[in-house]
């Protein structure tokens, strides 16, 4: 009897020990099928090498520069706070590694653009913005009833996103560090709505209330103006903790329960009404940071684009940036990429 050969691994390093990587894709990475987390950075050799044996990760570095001279290593996940991203997701690539960077991709369009710009010099490398949600079915599901015409004629999308954190000492406090809602959560119903509409919205208009004592943006309202299609959303640092998407059609409409933090450890739901007739959706146990993962490898694999092109992160970048003009000038913006 001949023994299938084992599907090829993807082997991962993390710069840093942030949350995100070591509660979350850490986790997932490890139990996807394709990829393999080998190595962890901190700029801490201790504190790398707590998170290497919490996790069971065979190689710890005291340095990120270490992280990325490693061999052993063939892509990096980039946790780093926002205005480091771009930096050092340029100097992976320059180490030759495959790179997935956590959202928002950047400061703004200028520092998205840098990226793009760097990447044409590393033509072998794949690099991805990861917003997770896209891999997760419910939303699979939601773009396959929109693209497919069973909603009707898509006509507006309505999100609310929020937590409450407000320790001083937190790096979303932070807005030399692009901290503030907006980058932090509110990039999540922009890219919905994007990929949903397949385009960038012609216009946008917000609202934001920036705190006092930090200088960023705890709470904001936001419209986004398609021509066709109309979405609103809401998001907030400092609020009860509450997610929710609505997609409305002139036929029917899909409401997703959890629309960004789906649990990995319990199903998900949605309802779909369509005229006078509703249904629960339930999706089974899955994780969707392991499918982003998959997804990445595959794509690395096969010597494909990353499944979501850098071009989509500046697009999406062009509207957070749009956004934060509109809340300024209290007028509607226009996205410029």
Avoid at 248 to 256: N, Q
Avoid at 319 to 328: G, I
Wanted: proline share 6%.
């Amino acid at each position: 009897m001949t023994t299938a050969p084992a599907a090829p691994a993807l082997r991962w390093g993390v710069l840093s020990t942030a949350n995100i990587g070591t509660e979350k894709v850490i986790p997932a990475t490890q139990g996807s099928v394709h990829n393999e987390v080998v190595a962890i950075a901190s700029r801490e050799l201790g504190r790398a090498q707590a998170a290497a044996d919490a996790l069971g990760l065979g190689t710890a570095h005291g340095s990120y520069e270490a992280l990325l001279a490693d061999p052993g290593v063939d892509a990096i996940y980039n946790p780093l706070p926002n205005h480091l991203h771009v930096d050092w997701t340029i100097k992976a690539m320059e180490a030759g590694k495959h790179v997935l960077c956590e959202k928002p991709i950047g400061l703004d369009v200028a520092d998205a653009r840098r990226l793009v710009e760097a990447t044409r010099d590393h033509p072998d490398v794949v690099v991805m913005e990861a917003f997770m949600y896209r891999f997760h079915p419910q939303w699979l599901k939601a773009k396959q009833l929109v693209d497919e015409g069973a909603l009707g004629r898509l006509v507006t999308t309505q999100t609310f996103f929020s937590y409450f954190n407000d320790d001083p000492d937190n790096i979303r406090q932070k807005p030399e560090w692009g901290g503030g809602g907006m980058l932090d959560i509110g990039c999540y119903p922009v890219s919905q709505a994007r990929w949903l509409v397949g385009r960038n919205p012609d216009r946008v208009l917000a609202t934001m209330e920036i705190d006092p004592r930090f200088g960023t943006d705890r709470f904001a309202t936001a419209t986004l103006d398609f021509g066709d299609v109309v979405t609103t959303f809401t998001c907030s640092t400092q609020l009860s903790g509450h997610q929710r998407a609505t997609l409305v059609g002139t036929e029917g409409r899909f409401e997703i329960e959890i629309p960004v933090n789906a649990p990995a450890d319990e199903p998900t739901r949605a309802w779909l009404t369509i005229g006078s007739r509703s249904e629960e959706l339930t999706f089974d146990v899955c994780d969707q940071y392991g499918l982003q993962a998959d997804a990445f490898a595959k794509a690395v694999f096969a010597g494909e684009p990353a499944p979501t092109p850098l071009d989509d992160a500046v697009a999406n970048m062009a509207v957070l940036d749009a956004l934060f003009e509109s809340a300024n000038s209290d007028r509607w913006a226009t996205p410029t990429t």
